[in-house]
């Protein structure tokens, strides 16, 4: 994976845009009791933690993980998240903090996340994917 800014700014604007946490803020005004709501509310906690989890990976220059292991507190969180077994105050603390890390790795003077990338190198990736592909598929016949 070819990590810069620009995906970090693009998971970021997700988690917390209009579809993210500014969703979930109008549906906490709600305060109901509904199951449906609340599932729902659930839902978009885990989206929302999943996508403030990957910004971070790649903010701090982790390596990029699209799968936890189950050992993980990222796993652990999650899976609890999608269970409704944690407060949704907890839940707005941790995407608080998360939001925070990520912002001050990007702001830090060390960072070295590039704010573009350089597109020859992901054309050239991409004919080497594709070759692969090509010659490694059981169904391709010379």
Not at 1 to 14: P, Q, T
Not at 57 to 79: D, M, N, P, W
């Amino acid at each position: 994976m070819y990590m810069y800014r620009g995906l970090v700014d693009k998971y970021m604007s997700d988690a917390l845009g209009d579809r993210g946490w500014k969703k979930m803020l109008k549906w906490q005004m709600k305060q109901t009791k509904d199951d449906v709501l609340v599932a729902r509310m659930n839902k978009l906690f885990y989206i929302i933690l999943r996508l403030l989890f990957h910004a971070r990976q790649i903010a701090t220059g982790h390596k990029y993980q699209v799968f936890y292991l189950e050992e993980s507190s990222e796993y652990q969180l999650l899976r609890e998240v999608r269970l409704g077994q944690v407060p949704h105050k907890q839940l707005t603390d941790t995407i608080e903090t998360l939001t925070s890390e990520v912002q001050a790795a990007l702001s830090s003077d060390e960072s070295c996340l590039p704010k573009t990338i350089d597109k020859m190198y992901i054309e050239d990736w991409l004919l080497q994917q594709r070759r692969y592909n090509l010659v490694s598929d059981p169904y391709f016949t010379n």
